[in-house]
């Protein structure tokens, strides 16, 4: 199962990891008036179960002119997801630790079996059919 496609320096879903559309209805993040995203109060937790080193994305070292999240809309799909230093970070730690593998086809990702229970399981989702 595809699971993801790769866009610059973010994670597209597919069929196989929530998007964006999930963040309405839980604490990981909000969707506000004036700007897209705001971090929730489950993110650090949430970010650093999923392997994300939190404060160094939050605070970098370095000045980066990348927005810790960025609005961003997938053209073909019409959805929105994760971009920005967050949105890297997390594709870098799935795929560090193999909860992502690539696909068959370039830019495409593959959930793993280890990836979907431990997702499932930080993002308290459903079982899966």
Known sequence: MTAALVTVDALRPTDGIP???RR?????????????YELGPAAEDVFTALGVPFSEVLHPACASRR?????CLDWTEQRHHLAGRLGAALLTALLTRRWLTPGPRPRTLV????GHGRLAAVLHLPPSP
């Open 24 to 36: 309405a209805h839980d604490p990981l993040s909000a969707q506000l008036p004036t700007h897209p």
């Open 111 to 114: 959930l793993t079996p280890e």
């Open 67 to 71: 927005p810790l999240l960025r609005f």
């Open 19 to 21: 998007d964006t559309r």
